[in-house]
């Protein structure tokens, strides 16, 4: 039998590229591991607000796990805000903390936790992790006002700042910490688990370099990015070119409830693509302002979706995306605007990029959703007199696709692999009682030859002898979205429901007093519809109406014919 | 005594029967039957029989296999009515709501099991302490059971709120359903979980309820068949914990059967590993689909409390909780497909070729290349020996197939397929040090086993990957399931949900619910001798503030000692401990175990006819990957070889199911039990090191 052999490329061979990226991505999910099984903050555990990653020497993504979609492009910009911070004084062992929002993050709450990685005497990448703590201070507990009106009231900040050095953690900044939030035990669990997660990064990654050698390792990531942005054109190339505008509207900054307008302008051209932000209002007045590096990461969000939905991330995929804004808008707040809530004025932005693409490829898109993560505190004190914050996001009703009905019950598209609140854990540790968790049948849905999906009620019932409320919903006046001649879904909003029977509606509302007795009732939308609704199969209007989602009248009354 | 096991897979029902008194195997494979397995398990037994088996000395018969898994993924269970507390019917379609499909905007949750005009609601209510709110109102539950006769159901599930630190508004409403609707399945959720997590515990009763009918049926046929062959002794099911069960207890709860076969290669490689001595074990099985791994701590397989049933990395899938030992499972084994994704980059799996057309070298139709065709290429697979030469394996297409992938790559056929081989191990290895270096456990202190028709091939490699201790390919590799099942005792794994912090006033009413759960068990266990059953107790527990927990062996009953256990756990499994926190308990969990006698090795009488040399079937071509050529290898026939002799590879071990391939830089054994034993170089000298 003859032997042939043909040389691999002298430096470098794919099949050592296939395995050195499923060592990243092992590496990633080991760190996302760690953070939800350690972590002691129900915001991370439960809702899995946090992310991992490991980027390159100049800040671009190579791999990354993530819980939610807010953080799908945010990793680069701190990266770059702590080289420009530290340039060549950063060194092995050192950790490097940031929760600026105006340097690449998010808002306060968020907590990134950034260490180089070294190998062969060089600066070879990053480990990063971003966790959302409980509380870092500020004005209430929780550190979300709903009616912030400066990132001053949002609580504490630490712009790029050395929490170890060397491996030797710098207690005074612990201490900084430790007295700047009301959770202190929680914070610094959550930071040790931060900690934990960069540290088993950076080991692995040594593992790696032992065995392939860094120049390998360094070979590998250019290959992924360049891989990852010749398929992204690829894709972008074969979409029509043109400008593809959307408008919406966001019902309120929680300072001021006026209609606010936005746009989009989307524009392909070749193989690249350039979404635009001109036309847009100044930063408001309220706190559901965004920073530039939040709206990039709204957009990516968006864009991903249609180029590699399924790929795992890495900065290559976004190299054919430019995205235009100009400064002191609401997408791209500057100091001293506050953006405790920027996730509720940053989803607009993932919304109107959605909406401008939803025409031109339907099959990567679904009508509008219910949108708002709806996020709902509510806190007082417990019979044994200690402080109890219940935070839990809103699930809802998804837009109907162009070949089905749309999703019930669905977290919104900010965030992601995020369970609800089971009512067992609820009721066994906060003083509250749940008395109906379900579909939103009486809000109803979005009409269509495929209808939106349902939204949901949950009642609570206050059990403690007094607590406040306050919450963030958005789409409370504007309802989701139709496509192709369907109606639209149906609106969000909390109503209190005092015991004497008052009742109050709210949507962005600061905190409001509660007493044992009275009701919180929390109601999401039900997603838009998709195509004409006369033009609904009758077997599926006599489903839904056989499972009690729609009445026999309204079924008639909607789609037309004799149910 | 005869000692039975049958293992209904997908394809095939294979048999096991093992003497106690003469050590003597007798093995059968007869094709499953789709439709009512228990035809395939007595053609097994009839074509065992023409082998030699007498059925009335069998007085032992376990059973594992598909039907409850098959009945969930095919959807064909029966037709199921949930009644919830008011207020929470739709919990079960809500699911948890998560998208983990993170970019695709067209997600969505999957189907519930019960739709919605089925799912009917009572007014109830307890509290999270177990105090009743609300009692329960009986008109409703008779307006229920009116509503399941008009709809004919076939089977009711009932889940209240807190039924698991109170059932007595499910009982009630379970006696009364019971009542009512006389011939129908009735199941209530605290009967087959008491944990906390409502949708957890609603798609638990509901999916028992959908199968247990069916589950039902099937167990009664299958024992009336054994009666009719005269088999009178007692009949077990192997259930996903590791251990076995009465077919009684077995349709109690079905669902505690989801993982059945796959569980009965961790029993049987417990029990190996505890007969050669050693107690911490990484499990591998390798089949046509997949890899599934498993860590042995101290002979005894982690249970997990929780069960993803079809979660996939897109989908959240259903969540059941039932005991399940902990599999990790990769989508890469003898079938899967070797493609070039968009960038060029090869992958293999998650994609199989399956049976049909199965691997291009079979000639039924597959073109592409897998996992198979490579091992072929290589030469590390005879095309005519492959299945007892039952199957010629054709190389020209196999060599065609992995051509498709090679001229791309712009490799050789030999590179690609080595790449291939490559690509497939390194998936397997990532699971492997997932369940070990990631969670703290060095594989240095670990003996790897691998079963499975297509393990054995890559066992070798892959134990030097990780630097394991060695790596064992048992006796009967590729029907190891059933095997195991032979090894595996009556278990019982009883949770209790608790919440309580670790505390000096704690420990009285921790160490009374064990006694009750204690209780429990006996009772599940009656007619068993209370002296033969042996208790692990168990807690799952957290730093307060946490959300996940860590289970924890208890090895004392004091504060102190619970304490530093869980500090020690924490510490290994994530790197930290928090030594001031306050530490509590979410969970107890008693194992029970009846001490039984199970299948032992035998002794291998040293035979003068195994030598070296009679056991050399011939010399093969092999490309290797280190010599980057091909190297001629020695051929052994498994059944052969002399007793403890240690040889060198690079060699190539037959038996009827499979091949052991064993590297250049390797060297094996096999000894007294029939082990086939695997040293690495640094292994070896480790246990030279010791043994002076």
């Not at chain 1, 794919?14 to 990226?21: F, G």
């Not at chain 1, 949002?154 to 430790?178: F, M, Q, T, Y």
């Not at chain 1, 360049?226 to 300072?255: K, Q």
């Not at chain 1, 969000?492 to 429901?497: A, T």
Request: aromatic letters at 6%.
């Amino acid at each position: 039998m003859a032997i042939e052999t043909i040389k691999p490329a002298a430096s470098f061979d794919p099949v050592t590229h296939e395995i050195i990226q499923g060592k990243l991505l092992s590496v990633v999910d080991e760190m996302a591991i760690v953070m939800t099984k350690t972590s002691m903050s129900p915001v991370i555990y439960e809702v899995l607000d946090f992310a991992c990653g490991i980027c390159n020497a100049h800040g671009e993504l190579i791999a990354q796990t993530n819980g939610i979609t807010l953080f799908t492009g945010t990793f680069g910009a701190q990266i770059r805000s702590v080289i420009d911070r530290f340039g060549t004084s950063i060194f092995p062992g050192d950790v490097i903390v940031t929760n600026d929002p105006f340097r690449g993050g998010t808002h306060a709450c968020d907590f990134a936790i950034v260490r180089p990685v070294f190998a062969e005497d060089r600066l070879i990448a990053f480990a990063i992790n971003v966790a959302h703590w409980l509380d870092v201070g500020g004005a209430i507990p929780g550190s979300l006002p709903p009616d912030a009106t400066s990132i001053f009231q949002e609580g504490l900040r630490l712009p790029c700042v050395k929490i170890a050095e060397r491996d030797e953690l710098v207690e005074s900044i612990v201490e900084i910490i430790r007295e700047n939030v009301r959770l202190p035990d929680m914070a610094i669990g959550d930071l040790h688990a931060q900690l934990a997660t960069v540290r088993i990064a950076d080991l692995r990654l040594q593992e790696v370099v032992g065995r392939y050698g860094a120049d390998t390792l360094l070979a590998s990531f250019d290959q992924l990015l360049r891989d990852s942005e010749n398929r992204a054109s690829e894709i972008i190339r074969s979409l029509p070119d043109g400008e593809y505008i959307a408008t919406d509207v966001i019902d309120g900054d929680g300072v001021n409830p006026l209609p606010i307008e936005v746009r989009v302008a989307v524009r392909i051209a070749g193989d690249s693509i350039e979404v635009d932000f001109t036309g847009c209002p100044p930063a408001c007045a309220g706190p559901i302002n965004c920073a530039r590096g939040a709206l990039h990461s709204a957009v990516k969000t968006v864009f991903k979706a249609l180029v590699a939905p399924y790929e795992p991330s890495n900065e290559g995929w976004f190299r054919p995306l430019s995205i235009l804004a100009p400064q002191g808008t609401l997408f791209t707040a500057e100091r001293p605007s506050p953006t405790g809530w920027y996730y509720e004025g940053s989803v607009h932005a993932s919304e109107l990029v959605w909406k401008a693409l939803a025409p031109i490829l339907p099959e990567r898109f679904s009508a509008g959703s219910y949108t708002s993560l709806c996020v709902t505190y509510i806190a007082g004190h417990d019979e044994a007199g200690e402080l109890f914050v219940h935070i839990e996001p809103e699930h809802g009703g998804w837009g109907a696709c162009h070949d089905g009905d749309g999703a019930n019950a669905l977290i919104a598209l900010t965030d992601g692999d995020t369970y609800n609140y089971s009512i067992e854990l609820i009721e066994a540790k906060f003083p509250l009682l749940v008395e109906r968790y379900g579909l939103n049948v009486e809000g109803g849905v979005g009409a269509g030859r495929f209808r939106g999906g349902y939204g949901l009620v949950r009642e609570y019932r206050v059990l403690a002898e007094r607590a406040e409320v306050y919450c963030g919903f958005g789409r409370t006046i504007t309802p989701p979205w139709p496509m192709d001649g369907g109606e639209c879904g149906s609106v969000n909003y909390l109503e209190i429901v005092k015991a004497d029977g008052n009742a109050l509606k709210l949507g962005r509302s600061p905190a409001r007093p509660v007493a044992r007795g009275d009701r919180v009732k929390i109601v999401t939308g039900g997603g838009g519809g998709w195509g004409a609704p006369s033009d609904r199969a009758p077997a599926a209007v006599t489903a839904d109406i056989e499972s009690g989602l729609i009445s026999r009248e309204d079924a008639q009354r909607i789609y037309g014919r004799q149910q | 005594m005869i000692r039975v096991a049958t293992d209904v897979g997908g394809t095939f029902t294979d048999l096991i029967a093992y003497d106690d008194t003469s050590g003597a195997v007798v093995f059968s494979k007869s094709l499953t039957t789709v439709d009512d397995q228990s035809v395939g398990v007595l053609d097994a037994i009839a074509m065992a029989e023409q082998s030699g088996l007498g059925v009335d000395d069998i007085g032992f018969f376990v059973h594992g296999g598909t039907t409850v898994i098959n009945a969930i993924t095919e959807r064909k269970g029966v037709k199921t009515a949930l009644v919830t507390t008011a207020g929470f019917r739709d919990v079960l379609e809500i699911g948890r709501g998560n998208r983990p499909d993170l970019y695709n905007l067209r997600t969505r949750t999957p189907a519930p099991f019960v739709p919605r005009h089925l799912r009917f609601e009572v007014r109830e209510r307890m509290s999270a302490s177990g105090q009743v709110l609300h009692a329960l109102d009986e008109e409703d539950v008779a307006r229920c059971a009116r509503q399941c006769r008009e709809q004919h159901v076939v089977a009711v599930a009932i889940i209240f709120l807190h039924s698991y630190a109170n059932p007595a508004h499910e009982q009630q409403c379970a006696e009364l359903l019971r009542k009512e609707l006389r011939g129908i399945s009735v199941c209530a959720s605290h009967e087959i979980s008491r944990q906390w997590r409502e949708y957890e515990r609603s798609n638990t009763v509901a999916l028992n309820a959908y199968v247990q009918p069916i589950i039902r049926n099937y167990f009664d046929n299958l024992d009336a068949a054994l009666h009719r062959k005269r088999i009178s002794c007692a009949y077990y099911a192997m259930q996903s914990n590791g251990g076995i069960a009465s077919f009684e207890q077995a349709v109690t709860a079905p669902l505690t059967l989801v993982e059945s076969g796959p569980s009965g290669g961790v029993a049987g490689a417990a029990r190996i590993g505890s007969e050669i001595g050693e107690t911490d074990v990484l499990y591998l099985d390798v089949g046509g689909t997949t890899a599934k791994c498993s860590l042995i701590k101290a002979g005894q397989p982690k249970v997990d409390a929780e069960y993803r049933l079809e979660k996939t990395r897109s989908s959240p899938g259903y969540t059941i909780q039932v005991p399940v030992v902990d599999i990790v499972e990769v989508g890469a084994g003898g079938g899967s497909l070797a493609w070039l994704d968009p960038s060029g980059r090869l992958r293999v799996g998650p994609q199989s070729a399956g049976s049909n057309p199965g691997p291009a070298c079979y000639g039924r139709g597959g073109v592409d290349p897998t996992v198979t065709d490579a091992k072929l290429t290589l030469g590390i697979l005879d095309p005519l020996t492959f299945a007892d030469g039952r199957m010629p394996l054709d190389v020209d297409r196999a060599r065609a197939a992995i051509a498709r992938v090679s001229l791309p790559m712009k490799l050789s056929v030999e590179q690609a397929a080595l790449a291939i081989v490559r690509v497939a191990e390194e998936s397997m290895s990532n699971a492997l040090k997932l369940i070990t270096i990631q969670r703290g456990h060095d594989p240095r202190d670990l003996v790897l086993i691998v079963s499975g028709g297509a393990g054995p091939l890559l066992a070798a490699s892959l134990g030097r990957e990780l630097n394991v201790k060695r790596t064992v390919i048992p006796t009967h590799p590729g029907i190891f399931s059933a095997w195991g099942m032979l090894a595996a005792r009556p278990r019982a794994d009883i949770r209790r949900t608790v919440l309580k912090p670790v505390s000096e006033g704690e420990m009285n009413s921790i160490s009374q619910l064990f006694a009750e759960l204690e209780q429990e068990a006996t009772e599940y266990f009656a007619g068993t001798d209370t002296a033969r059953l042996k208790f692990h107790r168990r807690a799952e527990m957290r730093y307060r503030g946490q959300e996940h927990s860590v289970s924890v062996a208890i090895s004392g009953g004091t504060t102190r000692e619970l304490l530093s256990d869980f500090h020690t756990a924490h510490q290994k499994a994530f790197s930290f401990a928090i030594m001031t926190a306050t530490v509590e308990i979410t969970m107890l969990h008693l194992q029970t175990e009846v001490l039984s006698e199970v299948i032992g090795l035998p002794n291998i009488q040293s035979d003068e006819r195994n030598t070296l040399e009679n056991a050399l079937k011939g010399r093969r071509l092999v490309f290797l990957a280190r010599e980057n050529g091909w190297v001629a290898c020695s051929v052994y026939d498994r059944n052969r070889l002399p007793i403890g002799s240690l040889i060198p590879g690079p060699a190539l071990v037959e038996e009827p199911t499979t091949t052991t391939f064993v590297p250049s830089d390797q060297a094996f054994t096999r000894d007294e039990t029939g082990q086939l034993v695997i040293w690495g170089e640094t292994s070896m000298t480790r246990s030279e090191g010791e043994a002076a």
